[in-house]
């Protein structure tokens, strides 16, 4: 891809914008939307701050016996979310998903030592004692890190997640 390309996927820039919500559900999958988000970045080379593993998406490749690789290669052969979908419906288990989506969903800073090894890549923790689901914190997370405001703060270029 040439600079001056048009992006093949231009709402995955994460350059610029947050990926979808992690509540967001697709296909009987919490979480699925933003990491086909992370993964289209990724391919287009604008993952920005993000990661795709190791982190929730991990998890869930883990959970439902895929790769990163895997399914990276689904969403580069894929013209749609639903054919991502259709992809991971034909190559994983569907029982497996509601135990999935209950462990995403609950997933949690473990306990006070865990919070304090976090806090340097989410110093707004520091203020925000209440927080401790991951989900809410990606919440707070995406809102932060696209705040001017906190560029130029050590987490400003936050650490990939």
């Known amino acids: 891809m040439q600079q001056n390309d048009p992006l093949p996927y231009p709402d995955a820039d994460?350059?610029?914008?947050?990926?979808?919500?992690?509540?967001?559900?697709l296909g009987g999958i919490a979480f699925l939307p933003r990491t086909i988000d992370k993964a289209r970045a990724k391919i287009?080379?604008?993952?920005?701050?993000?990661?795709?593993?190791p982190g929730i998406s991990g998890y869930i490749f883990e959970w439902l016996g895929i790769t990163e690789d895997q399914f990276v290669e689904a969403v580069r052969n894929a013209k749609s979310d639903d054919d991502v979908v259709r992809w991971l419906h034909a190559n994983t288990d569907k029982a497996k998903y509601a135990g999935l989506n209950d462990m995403l969903v609950?997933?949690?800073?473990?306990?006070?030592?865990?919070?304090?090894q976090v806090l340097p890549m989410y110093p707004y923790l520091a203020d925000r004692p209440d927080l401790w689901?991951?989900?809410?914190?990606?919440?707070?997370?995406?809102?932060?890190?696209?705040?001017?405001?906190?560029?130029s703060s050590p987490a400003g270029a936050a650490p990939a997640k």
């Open 14 to 25: 994460l350059r610029e914008h947050p990926p979808r919500g992690a509540r967001e559900m």
């Open 106 to 116: 609950n997933r949690k800073i473990r306990d006070d030592e865990h919070r304090a």
């Open 133 to 151: 689901n991951w989900f809410e914190i990606f919440d707070i997370d995406d809102v932060w890190m696209y705040d001017p405001a906190n560029v």
């Open 44 to 53: 287009q080379g604008t993952l920005g701050p993000y990661k795709i593993t």
